[in-house]
């Protein structure tokens, strides 16, 4: 589509108000302090300053970042106070002192990076992945060790580090030089490598600044540790969108932390901005009429959400009925909250449009990318009433994690993009705080429907058994607290520092990636390490107070068990079955079965294969599995997925990707007594290209609502069996079309 064939009725501008949302977890230890994790360093390196940077060529363009004032305070410590990280300690390590386990350590994980864009474009790079090869189990991977010299675990020290440069650091001399070496890396090489890494990270926060002071972006923030505030106000706001939820056995209600997050948050604005922040993107979008009163009472004008939240917003004003069309004109104008004297405004995300940036465009072109996302821009101004107001497109998405998987890390999008939006008659990219003193009067929106960007709930970070023994653990600590602060002297000045130490953890427990992780709906590798992490933060409260901690804070709220767990699909879901993720949302409600369950944390294997999706509608069962770009890109061993039924037990569903022979092949193979190959059929439910997706016709198979499915997936490189999941037995779920939440996916 030719961005400019679509012409508005008018010739007044679009105003597009981009927000680029900048968060990492807090990784920090709770001992000596050192980061656990190395992914702020590597996005400081990667993503920071390349996002304000490319900004500097299009001066007629306005966009807003959000900075997590934790993440702010995370990127500090790397680049003011020598902050280290496992990962960083290994690169520094000289490669003739590495011991077994570092070598295993580098193998396992020094290749945690998008294949695509940052392993296959470095010769010498690939040619270190190809000679450790797909392994996932550890002990094979141990194996693989004695294969690599000492020159080889320096050039995979050294390009590990080197794929993490960003788009300007790899046009410095010093990283150019190294690029262009390749291989054979020196000690002194990778020294000074990672010296400039260091002096780099000194620029991120410098730039922002600089670009906020020339007026071209506006600084937004987010509550301090990044917590949701809806739950630390009335954990009873989760039941405004599900009013059946699970919520903990202890209540927790502490708008004073709500409070106290804000605060701290505007503070550590004013410290590296000069000024106080007019906007705040809230944790995850999570709004209630609560939070907003507490923003506008800390001196936030504007704040942002989803536009689900929206939908239901107005329905619970009476401002839209069931069955009423959501007409464009509701959707891209901000509305007035509270005080009409003295409101908060709040924006509503244009939901396609971001998550066609987070997960579609980067498979597109860049320029392609670019004139699709203006097409679509301009087709909204076409829709809008030819009349007086002033119409915006919010436009708010993660500013960090999508650009692994785009061209170049997304700048040739992103300067295609900002080139079309300056040139443009017909839009204009303005910051929040730009369009809202144009002076368009907002209408008011009576009633906030409590909610986040997520489903418009809050059953993300509350609900699940994991997640709630969570909260019972923070909020009998809370109550701790809040006891002790009765009893303290006013003139005792040690346990006055105490006490604000002690709080400070429980402040930082209260973030929400803790919860996040909990559960059954978000998969990570570290998934105990944050446990012991958030557990770690409470203990430190207690015995901050001289206080023994309760011994319930020992056991850890992941619990390692004997059979897989499974998490259940939320709804119905019809993806599309393209080989992409289409949006955020497309496989969101899907569930999930991870191999992860099975291993405490000195046990994992590092698998390829970690789980899948899965998930129905009337007609077919789905499965979305996410696998290596290199695995289904190999031209040597064809990838090939076989669905396996109990019953009917003559039959399965057979996938097979063959790069050699340019063939991809889904079919439905039945077989007879011997467990010979009797017939094939084609099967059209199949799209493999980023990740695959796969359908199988319930009808085929015999079943109907109401009824038990039962299968398993076996997943194969060339000819060897390289995952079963489950190991063993089958995954067993009831049909239900009408009542989901009745059933339980169990092995």
Known sequence: ???????????DPLHVLILWHMHQPI??????????????????????????????????????????PSLMEQIQDYADRDATDPFLDISLKPAAELTA?????????????????????????????????????????????????????????????????????????EIQTLLSQGRNFSEDDKRRLLEAQRRFIGQVLPAYQAAAARGQIEVSTSPYYHPILPLLCDINSAREALPNIELPRHDFHHPEDAVWHVQQAVRAHQRLFGDRPAGMWPSEGSVSEEMLAIARAEGIRWVATDEEILHASLRRSGLLREGDPFLPERKYLPYRCGDAADPVHIFFRDHLLSDMIGFTYSTYDGEAAADDLVSRLLLIRKLLPDDARRFA????????????????????????????????????????????????????????????????????????????????????????????????????????????????????????????????????????EFDQLFRAHLEK???????????????PIIQKVSRFKVQRPFELLTPVLDGFITDYFEWLAAGYFSNQYAFTTMQQVHKIFNGFHFGFDHHNLYIRLDVETAILND????????????????????????????????????????????ARRPCGLAGVRQIVELGVPLADIGIHENQVIEFALKIFIGDNLAERMPHQGFLAQKIAIDDLEKYYWVV
């Open 101 to 173: 386990d570092d070598r295993l350590f580098l193998l396992k994980n020094f290749f945690s990076l998008n294949f695509d864009q940052m392993v296959q474009p470095y010769a010498r790079y690939k040619e270190l992945f190809e000679k450790r090869g797909h392994v996932g189990d550890l002990d094979k991977l141990r194996e693989k060790t004695a294969l690599f010299t000492e020159p080889d675990y320096r050039d995979l020290q050294v390009w590990f580090n080197l794929a993490w440069c960003g788009h300007r650091l790899q046009q410095s001399p």
């Open 635 to 678: 031209k040597k061993y064809p990838f090939r997925v076989e669905i396996h039924f109990r019953k009917p037990g003559d039959l399965f569903y057979r996938m097979i990707k063959d790069n050699r022979r340019k063939k991809l092949v889904y079919e439905q193979v039945t077989v007879d007594d011997s467990g010979a190959e009797a």
């Open 393 to 528: 497109v919010p436009i708010i998405l993660d500013g960090e994690n999508a650009w692994e998987h785009y061209a170049d890390n997304g700048v040739p999008f992103l300067r295609a993009l900002y080139e079309r939006l300056e040139r443009s008659p017909f839009l204009k990219a303005v910051s929040f705080s730009e369009y809202l003193a144009l002076g368009e009067a907002a209408p008011a929106l009576p009633k906030v429907r409590a909610g986040s960007w997520i489903f418009g709930s809050f059953s993300t970070w509350v609900g699940h058994p994991e997640k709630n023994r969570g909260w019972d653990l923070l909020a009998a600590t809370r109550k701790k607290l809040a006891e002790v602060s009765l009893t303290l002297p006013p003139d005792d000045a040690v346990r006055r520092r105490d006490f604000q130490r002690a709080l400070e953890h429980v402040m930082v427990a209260e973030g929400s990636d803790w919860f996040w992780w909990y559960g059954e709906d978000h998969f990570s590798e570290y998934d105990r």
């Open 1 to 11: 589509m030719d961005s400019m064939e679509i012409q508005p009725k008018r010739n």
């Open 541 to 555: 409260a207690w015995r901050q107070l001289g206080l023994q901690p309760p011994d319930e804070l020992a056991a």
């Open 27 to 68: 990784y920090k230890g709770v001992g000596d302090g050192g980061f656990l994790l190395p992914w702020v360093r590597l996005h400081a390196l990667k993503d920071y300053y390349d996002m304000v940077d490319v900004l500097a060529d299009f001066p007629g363009v306005r966009v807003t970042f959000n900075l997590v």
